[in-house]
Nanobody, 123 residues
Framework: QVQLVESGGGLVQAGGSLRLSCAAS????????MAWFRQAPGKEREFVAA????????YYADSVKGRFTSSRDNAKNTVYLQMNSLRPEDTAVYYC????????????????WGQGTQVTVSS
């Protein structure tokens, strides 16, 4: 059974930092792209960042470029999203996803999803 479990969300003041984790299990993800999406109330789910499990290539949405960094730990089967200089507009539920695509930015091609973790940034 494939599982993606996010953790690390919380409440932080603007300008602060959080690190999200996504622990993957249940299959081999070496050929997959691991992505982060977020969804704020009343808005569509939007792409945040993606990382290829093999090789570590990354891609970021313009809105987070230079502030967020995605990484992975192969030994722990875990990917991370380091979020710095957080802004109130970053407030959303953040989802981890896995798909056999190459750094794809639309959610429809991702096969596996975590349950999400809430990130709230206060002004």
């Amino acid at each position: 059974q494939v599982q993606l479990v996010e953790s690390g969300g919380g409440l932080v003041q603007a300008g602060g930092s959080l690190r999200l984790s996504c622990a993957a299990s249940g299959r081999t993800f070496s050929s997959y792209t691991m992505a982060w999406f977020r969804q704020a109330p009343g808005k569509e789910r939007e792409f945040v960042a993606a990382i290829k499990w093999s090789g570590g290539s990354t891609y970021y949405a313009d809105s987070v470029k230079g502030r967020f960094t995605s990484s992975r730990d192969n030994a722990k089967n875990t990917v991370y999203l380091q979020m710095n200089s957080l802004r109130p507009e970053d407030t959303a539920v953040y989802y981890c996803a896995a798909g056999s695509v190459y750094l794809y930015i639309r959610p429809n091609r991702y096969e596996y999803w975590g349950q999400g973790t809430q990130v709230t940034v206060s002004s």
